[in-house]
């Protein structure tokens, strides 16, 4: 069941399942929470794990927030939720604009975060992050409205491994989900991509302060987070370790979701 809590004059949408020692799942840019549910959630809870999923603020039900915030304020959000919902500190996972706002919460409120595991994350911009994140600004300002076909066909070459398009039956079915994604990405939507330029150090040196056990996860064929930057990661953040995921692309955690399932259970668990 969907619950809300409001968090710094916000409402934030989320839901929990299992119990257990709390782990909050931070998803990245333009997408809610549910779209860990199919996966990850199932086999948390499994691992005796109490998960708490929800939505960043401009997507789903929670605050579009159309005038505009940034990874400060993304963070302040997750940290209001481990405070109140999960009760904190918690376990933290998250993905590409989702890691980076679990790694800074785990830089500005290190007493939250109990062990902390990054997918497909960074410490810096580079050129693939600024194009793409550019380019969903001006979909949204351009009030342009993508066919399908093309939605398919972007977001698949954006966030998918030519491994899960070598079949067809697969490739058939990411290509009808890809094609469902609005035409135009919403304002809310829009300012998550402009917090994904915002608040980057000015060296990654600087996770050097995190504390918390780290996992660094990365995608083979990840365009938009490529393993080297996960590595810059991991090798800055003091006994972090580092993984990377074969036949995956940015939605690793979906194209492969047995392997980084393992990965999240035994580094969450000890297992």
Known sequence: MTRTIEIGGITLAYEEFGGGDPVVLVMGAGSPGRVWRPHQVPALVA?????IVFDPRGVGGSSPCPEGFTLDDLTDDLAGLVEKVAGGPAHVV????????????????????DRLALLATRGRTDAALSVFSQAQIALHDHR???????????????????????????AEDWLAILAMAPATPSAGVRE????????FPPSVSAFAAITAPTL??????????PPHLGQEMADAIPGAR????AG?????YLERPAEVNRLLVEFLTGA
Do not use: K
């Open 47 to 51: 691992a005796g794990l109490r998960v």
């Open 144 to 170: 342009v409205a993508l066919p399908e076909e093309v939605r398919a066909a972007l977001g698949a070459l954006a966030n998918l491994s030519p491994a899960s398009l070598r079949d067809e039956i697969e």
């Open 242 to 245: 580092s993984e990377t995921v």
């Open 192 to 199: 998550q991509f402009v917090a994904a330029l915002t608040g």
């Open 94 to 113: 998250g993905t590409s604009l989702g890691a980076r706002t679990a790694q800074q919460l785990a830089l500005t409120r290190p007493d939250l975060v």
């Open 216 to 225: 660094v996860v990365s995608f083979a064929d990840d365009r938009l987070s």
């Open 248 to 252: 995956a692309g940015h939605f690793g």
